[in-house]
Each structure stands twice: as structure tokens, then as C-alpha cells.
């Protein structure tokens, strides 16, 4: 087992282009740490860099205790499993499971020993004979893994393993690779740009975008306090919601709302609220009540998420992250808006909803910066 | 463990073949005018028309040499003259010829194999300086024809002092540019992915070319040997410059000629002699046809 501590490492490809800027992240040993970003985040050759398929161009990268900028891949004692896995199509599984070992001169029995071991593990027993090309798409996923897991690595790295995969066999394969490592608990780095794996999948993610880290912490941590605009946007589907208001003596007035907020700095501020943070209210609720022009209605089963505006200040912003709008200005003078309910509480579209911020739902950013502002 | 063993992934999804709906259909046969495809009307006769010259040939083998000057052309002989063969192996130097020919031709593809893909190898997937600059400067020489180089390179070999000699007809092929063209681009084709993960397990450069690249372009080098193959046995004009006087050094092609006198033409024993040199391609066509025609299809360039 072996930590990966990235320091300031890199990478400028010509042109130049900056793909991972001074990223400075450590993973502890036998962590499973998500790599999510939009694509071109670099999180892909943040990975390939640990690995040893990308150079560094500064900083370092360390495996264990050993700087590894100047090792070949060979050497790292590291696995991958590529997004399209790679398997070699002119090679039966066993052969593919094997050939890491055969390259390293494994003995013999050694190599069978630990080809079975991992073919059982995995349930790949029934398929040694076959080429890649008769495998469905998860039985390949399994054969990619187990070449990854047989040589028994330091560092485990997987590129995007689930995305060819359709969504049954992606939720089923999640919960395996969840599993695997409970059980084998080798130091693990997944790149995804499914925010929804990294939240279910991680002990901590760590969100890029355009080379820059932007946050580490646990899922739920991200999830509840985004560090910047862009977090918030991009962790949790449907993002959470952004208002422009103007911030007086801890009070935030969004359109006509004005809202309590202990703490918040004077000036303009962008508020954001989880779509689950609105709650539907009665007309005789006392505190903050936005109303929302109910345009859409998307029932989903277990929930209800419903599409509106509500009046808000003008200039509302329309950030983009991984081409999900975060906050749309419909209208001059409106916001829309996302709220996630119960499906007993289904409003109809064109109608006017009554919703209230939760308490501790409300989060304060900078509308220059985007930074989340912690309430003082 | 068990989680992971059971569910096997193929129960998730139905054989979209076996939808209910469908399940019982009978797909109903296509009408057609004609018990065949139209187009061929068209490629029959063409094909008739590509095969005469090769079965006028067959016939000529087997006539008499009174025959083969009769008029009007005489399309079956009474008797078929097999003795033409043994005549061509006896009282020629046939079978040192075909050896010759052999020992070049399966030089010559066999270097071809092994250094265009060390080549190919290198300016698909190293970088070094200048490869995009080598790399056109080589494809460049495809565009001048053995006619402008054939005195330069007939004077480089004379200077190894190769000349009458079988190394004369070796050594300019040992490899040949399209060869490198070829195999660059199918090399391009290959996922990186591939090797990148070879090397992840282990493998050196030339572990991942004897491994994993060589065995996924057998299409690829099988489509180079069948036209360096064809290329090397059909050639005439550059045995015919090189080899002078040495008649031990004379291949199938240059062995050919020696029938066609300025006075007079033995034509069933050119035939027969033609047939005899055309065995090896006629069973390379029948067991490679698929590698011609790739090779035709990517080439384009030189014939």
C-alpha cells in the first residue's frame, strides 16, 4: 500500500495549455479518492501523470516515499483501468489477466495461482478461454479490472471504468467496485465526470476544473458546502440554485424577499440554495416566501422536481459548468429556479408556488469571485 | 465475494432478438427479375474477357509448335502436349531460375516484413526530431519511378561489387518505402490505449511491437508480403539490367526471355515455361485473395 501526493505537480502540453495547474493533492494509503471534473478538467492527466503515461512538466508526483517524476510506468508498482479497458483483443482473458505477470517473470504456478484467484473473485472462471470480443461490456469491465487487481499493485487507477457501460450494469458495477475495495482496500484513484458516481462512490472527491482544483472533502461536505459557484453547479443534480441579492446588516434581499442571514458581508451576493433547501409553504407562513411561476413539472417517481422563476434582482448570473446552466435569467427581473418535492406535494405548471428556505439551506457567494462566503 | 460472482451481466439485458412481438415473423423473401445480381450481366463478360489471354496461354502449353502458328487460332488441341513441360525443365535451366527467384523473393519479403515495421514502428508512435520531416522525404521517393533511379542505384550496386550477382536483386529491396507507408498508417489505426497499458504491465518497446502490435496488424503485414511477394517475382527490368552474363544468377523473368530468339519463338514452350513460373502467385492469390485486394485498395501508388 502506498499514498500518492501530488505537489504542485504540472502538466503543459505545447501551445502551450495548462492542463493541470500546481494541483497539490495528497491521497492517504488505502483511500478511494474521485477525480471529478467536466471533460478537459484535467483530472484524466492528472491520473495518466500518476501513472507515468504523461510527463510532469513541475512539481512532483510521489508514490509512497519515492518521487516517481523521472520513473517509467513499469516501475510505479501501479494498475489502470483504461476507460475502453484496453484488454488485448488478440489475447484470451487469461492470457490478458496474466501478461502483467509474464512481463514481470513471474513463475509459472505463480501466475495461475494469482490468475484463478483473481477469475474467482471476480467470477470470470467460465470465460478464461474467450477473447475480449466475446465478452459482453461488463464481462470486459471485469476482465480489465482483474489484469488491474492480479498484479497486486500499490496504487490502483481507474480512467472512467463505468461510462460504457448502460446505466443498469453501471449502478451494479458501482457497488462492486465499492465492494472490491473494502475488500482488498488498496490506495485507489477514480476519475469520473459523473458527479453522481464520485458522491456515491468516494471516501473524498476532489473537484478540477480547467486544471485548478477547486475542492476536496468528503461527498457530503462538497455537496453541502460547495467552495465556489462552480462546485456548487456541478455537484448535485439539479445544481443548486443561484440568486443575485444584495446583502444590508445581515439581511438579503432576492426581488422582493428579504431573507436573515447573521453574518453576511454588505454588498452584492449571489445566494444558493439546494433545490431540496425549498420547502412548499401554506399562504399564512410568516418568514421568507418565494414565489415560484411553476413552468415545468418533471415528476420522477420517488420526487417531483419543478422548473420556475421567481423575482430576483436583475443580472442574475448564467454560469455555465459542463453545459448545465446553473441560474438562467428567463426574464428580465426573474431567476429561475429548481425545487425538488415529494410527489404528494405535485404543483401544476402555470401555477404559483409558495416555497421557503430550509434552515442552514442558505450558502453566500461572491458574485465577482464566486467563492463561497463563510458567514462570520 | 458472492455479490460479486453472481448475477451474471448477460440477464440484465434481453436478446433484443427475441422481442415478443416479433418472436414468429418470417422475414418474406425479396422479389427479384433475375436469379442473379444485374451487375452480373455486366461482370461476366468482363471476366471472360480477362481470362482469354490467360486460357490461350493454357492451350498454347499444350500444342505442337506447328499448331501454335496455325490460322485460324486452333482453341482445343487433338492431343494435349504435356511433353511441352518436360521440354522446358530439360533443356532449360528452369528450376535453377524458379530456385532464384525463390531465394529473392522470400528474401526480399522476409527483410520487408522485419524492417518496415521497425520503421513503421518508430514513425507511428516514437517521437524523435524531425520525424514528421524523415517521414516525408521518405514517402516523397514513392513519386519518383525506377526509371530516373535505375542508373544511380545499378551504380551503387556495382560499387559493392554485386553486380551478375543475386545480392544485386537482394540488397536495393531489402526495404521498400511503400512498405513503411503502409504499415505507418495501420499502425496510426491501433488504439494507444493498448500499449499504453502494456507498458503499465510491464512490457519494453519491443516486447509491445513483438506483442501486441505485430500480432494486431497480421492483416496489415500479410496485405505487405502478398505485394512485395507479387512485386519481387514478377520483376524484369531491374534482373535484366543487373544480371549481365552470369546465367546461374538468372531469375524466372530473365529465364523467360531467353525463349523469344530474334529469329525465331518457341511459343508452347513460352507458354508452358510462363505457367510453370505463375504456380507460386496463382496459390498465393487462392490463399491471400482478401490481402490483394487490400493492398490494392490502399495503395494506389505503385504497381
Redesign the interface.
Known sequence: MARVAFDEATKVYPGPVVALDHLTLDVADGEFLILVGPSGCGKSTALRMVAGLERISDGTIAIGDRVVNDVPPKDRDIAMVFQNYALYPHMTVEKNLGFGLRRRRAPREEVRRRVDEVSRMLGLGDLLRRRPGQLSGGQRQRVAMGRALVREPEVFLLDEPLSNLDAKLRVQMRSELKRLHDRIGVTTIYVTHDQVEAITLGERIAVLSDGVLQQVGRPQEVYDHPANVFVAGFIGSPPMNLLAGTALDGHITVGEVELQLAGAPDGEVLVGVRPEGLRPVGSEHGGPVFEVCVDVVEPLGDEVLVHGSVAAADGAPATEADGVILAAETESGRASVIVRLPPEDRPAAGSLLRVTPAPNALRLFDPESGRAISPT | ?S????????L??PDPRSLPGETGMVERPRRRLLPFDPWHLFLLPLAAVMLLPLLWMVVTSLETEAQTFHFPPILWPGTPQFGNYLDVLQDSAFTRWFWNTTVVTVTVVASNLVLCTLAAYAFARIRFLGRAFIYFVILATLMVPLQVVLIPTFLLVKDLGLLDRLGALVVPNLVNVFGIFLLTQFFRTL?I??E????????SRL?ILL??VV??SLPALATLAVIQFLWTWNDFLWPLVTILTNQDAFTLQLGLATFQGSHQTQWHLVAAANLMSMVPMIVLFLLAQRYFVRGIATQGLKG
Open positions: 465475494m455479490a460479486v460472482t453472481e448475477a451474471p451481466v448477460e440484465a439485458r488504439p490505449d493498448l499504453e497499458a502494456a507498458r503499465i504491465d510491464g512490457a516486447s506483442r501486441i500480432p494486431l
